[in-house]
């Protein structure tokens, strides 16, 4: 079975500089899909950055980049320029794309000093 | 501990009938959500409950669906009738609210 490991529960930042969420998986499969999700306290949860197994260039989205290790089944995110509104907890998610669901990892709680 | 364990894991039903979707959280966490996982719209928060009384239901799509925790240990998610829309992944999640949250490994759910 899929697993997802965050092995940092909290992180903290300080506003305008940049951190590094760790994310680590295990699977069997060659092709699949990983992503990270933004929860604020609304508890909503948003897609932040999504990266395809396939792909070796790693996904941007503005201030958010992933450094993706497909050996090392490895799938960190980066949030550079920190601002106070990135303050949430953040889950690593894995997809095998064959119609499975997504495997959670337990979440970074991320905090932003001001 | 098993972690968050949700049953069924797969479900078929034909539209009209009541589909009854079932969570057991860990031991210890007062927060447990359930979400819904779709192709277009993603990942949508249905509701979620702390200690066991609803907190926030304003994702609940219709009056068809309902959601119950009568106690600490258990939590059902009811769609009543169901429709081929509905069919998703449902996911039960729990947690302490300001730590990590744990998901389960849901429910699929087709309605045909």
């Known amino acids: 079975a899929q697993t997802v490991t965050q092995s940092q529960p909290e992180m903290s930042v300080q506003e305008a500089e940049t951190v590094t969420l760790s994310c680590t998986y295990d699977?069997?499969?060659?092709?699949?899909?990983l992503f990270w999700y933004k929860q604020p306290p609304s508890r909503q949860m948003i897609l932040v950055i999504r990266?395809?197994?396939?792909?070796?260039q790693n996904a941007t989205e503005n201030r958010f980049s992933v450094n993706f290790q497909k050996a090392a089944k490895s799938f960190s995110l980066k949030i550079s320029d920190s601002q106070l509104g990135d303050a949430a907890m953040y889950f690593c998610?894995?997809?095998?794309?064959?119609?499975?669901?997504?495997?959670f990892g337990t979440g970074t709680r991320l905090a932003v000093r001001p | 501990d098993a972690g968050v364990i949700q049953s069924p894991r797969h479900e078929v039903t034909e539209m009209g009938q009541e589909v009854t979707l079932r969570c057991k959280p860990i031991?210890?966490?007062?927060?447990l959500f359930w979400y819904r996982q779709t192709m277009m719209r993603g990942l949508e928060l249905l509701i979620y409950?702390?200690?066991?009384?609803?907190?926030?239901d304003s994702g609940m799509p219709e009056d068809r669906f309902s959601a119950k925790m009568p106690n600490a240990s258990f939590s059902t998610l009811k769609i009543q009738p169901s429709e081929p829309r509905d069919s998703a992944v449902y996911f039960c999640?729990?947690?302490?609210?300001?730590?990590?949250?744990?998901f389960g490994q849901g429910t699929r759910l087709t309605v045909v």
């Open positions: 999640a729990g947690g302490t609210g300001i730590s990590e949250a744990f």
């Open positions: 998610a894995y997809y095998e794309g064959s119609g499975d669901k997504l495997t």
């Open positions: 409950f702390n200690n066991n009384v609803p907190i926030d």
């Open positions: 699977t069997s499969e060659s092709d699949y899909y």
């Open positions: 031991s210890g966490h007062d927060y």
């Open positions: 990266q395809e197994a396939y792909k070796q």
